[in-house]
T-cell receptor, first 113, second 114 residues
Framework: GENVEQHPSTLSVQEGDSAVIKCTYS??????FPWYKQELGKGPQLIID?????GEKKDQRIAVTLNKTAKHFSLHITETQPEDSAVYFC????????????FGIGTKLQVIP | SAVISQKPSRDICQRGTSLTIQCQVD?????MFWYRQQPGQSLTLIAT?????????ESGFVIDKFPISRPNLTFSTLTVSNMSPEDSSIYLC???????????FGPGTRLLVL
């Protein structure tokens, strides 16, 4: 089955700096990669996703990159703000029909004001 | 997106008892999932609940311990039976529309078993 590794497990940055979270996956058939943000006391919220036919996707201060050859994908947050503090999960799955989504272990991001 | 609500939001239970968690979605969805998230951990899939069929359980989870109902396309329940302190966790409902991969999560039910 699919295995998703995520690092770092914790990340502290100064407000205004950038944060990068990296994930690798094992199944070359995986072609859909969502990212979730989980704030304390809440459920995970989808913040951005990317499909394997795209190398990069941006949404305001958030961007995700995908390297299919290396089976790497990364989340980039620019100009970090205290409200970005949360746990971020990467995930991988195969598009179409029912395919189980495999999650990384999560990265706890702390943005220091 | 989908608006998902769960009841209860949190509970404290005695060992040996059972708790039923409800999940309500604001629109019809084909797939509903139940996850467990232990403190500081990632998301572990318990089972998939599709309307009109028996739930499909992941390795390590059994129907006797986690019975699931899915009476219609907007509602599901998960029961945590004969609870022990090891069942203390966050239980999350998640849904996926029939033609899209995107999964949305409910707010979770925080369970503490004493």
């Amino acid at each position: 089955g699919e295995n998703v590794e995520q690092h770092p497990s914790t990340l502290s940055v100064q407000e205004g700096d950038s944060a990068v979270i990296k994930c690798t996956y094992s199944d070359s058939a995986s072609n859909y990669f969502p990212w979730y943000k989980q704030e304390l006391g809440k459920g995970p919220q989808l913040i951005i996703d990317i499909r394997s036919n795209v190398g990069e996707k941006k949404d305001q201060r958030i961007a995700v990159t995908l390297n299919k050859t290396a089976k790497h994908f990364s989340l980039h947050i620019t100009e970090t703000q205290p409200e970005d503090s949360a746990v971020y999960f990467c995930a991988a799955s195969i598009s179409g029909g029912y395919q189980k989504v495999t999650f990384g272990i999560g990265t706890k991001l702390q943005v220091i004001p | 997106s989908a608006v998902i609500s769960q009841k209860p939001s949190r509970d404290i239970c005695q060992r040996g008892t059972s708790l039923t968690i409800q999940c309500q979605v604001d629109s019809q969805v084909t797939m509903m999932f139940w996850y467990r998230q232990q403190p500081g951990q990632s998301l572990t899939l318990i089972a998939t609940a599709n309307q009109g069929s028996e739930a499909t359980y992941e390795s390590g989870f059994v129907i006797d311990k986690f019975p699931i109902s899915r009476p219609n396309l907007t509602f599901s329940t998960l029961t945590v039976s004969n609870m022990s302190p090891e069942d203390s966790s966050i239980y999350l409902c998640s849904v996926r529309r029939d033609s899209k991969e995107t999964q949305y999560f409910g707010p979770g039910t925080r369970l503490l078993v004493l």
